[in-house]
């Protein structure tokens, strides 16, 4: 099973259509994928203690766990991937191990283009996760009235949902 993680907490999302799609394709595919929205599991801030046994982040944990592989949609702010998917891999971060993770990145502009390497680093260096090395940066440009009109970049998500899955099953495999 893929798990697809929308991160932004915020109703207008470009990240979550990026999720969507990368769903969409997947079910096309006839791989199995499960859309795990961030706002229907309120998280605790990581705290290094009581946070841990938060239900939703058991039940997270549990989706995390059984997942080959996982896509991470995420809104960039201030050259970073936002703040509630680095609390969830804190409160998560065995689910994560020898994991294939590849993101969808949402952005005002170009000038974050490699900002989602250090997530990425850390994964790799902590997790031992295998990033997928294409990843798909979409600037606001490539969004209009809720949908995703770049035919590029529906391209891009297409083929990431794809190697993604294609590695996750490498990997369960070895």
């Not at 998280?43 to 997270?60: A, K």
């Not at 998917?85 to 170009?110: D, Q, R």
Request: include cysteine.
């Amino acid at each position: 099973m893929i798990l697809i993680l929308s991160s932004s907490l915020n109703p207008d999302s470009n990240s979550r259509l990026l999720a969507a799609e990368a769903q969409r394709v997947l079910a096309q595919d006839g791989q199995p994928a499960t859309l795990l929205d961030l706002r229907d599991f309120p998280l605790p801030l990581c705290d290094g203690g009581p946070s841990y046994s938060h239900i939703n982040v058991t039940r997270v944990g549990e989706l995390l766990t059984q997942a080959d592989a996982i896509i991470v949609a995420t809104a960039i702010y201030n050259y970073d991937a936002n703040a509630a998917v680095k609390n969830l891999i804190e409160l998560t971060g065995s689910g994560w191990e020898n994991k294939a993770v590849g993101f969808l990145c949402a952005a005002g502009g170009m000038s974050s283009y490699m900002s989602i390497m250090s997530l990425a680093n850390s994964l790799m260096l902590d997790f031992r996760s295998v990033i997928v090395p294409r990843f798909v940066y979409a600037t606001s440009d490539a969004f209009k009235a809720g949908a995703i009109v770049d035919p590029d970049v529906l391209q891009r998500v297409a083929e990431l949902a794809r190697v993604t899955a294609r590695l996750g099953r490498f990997l369960k495999a070895a």
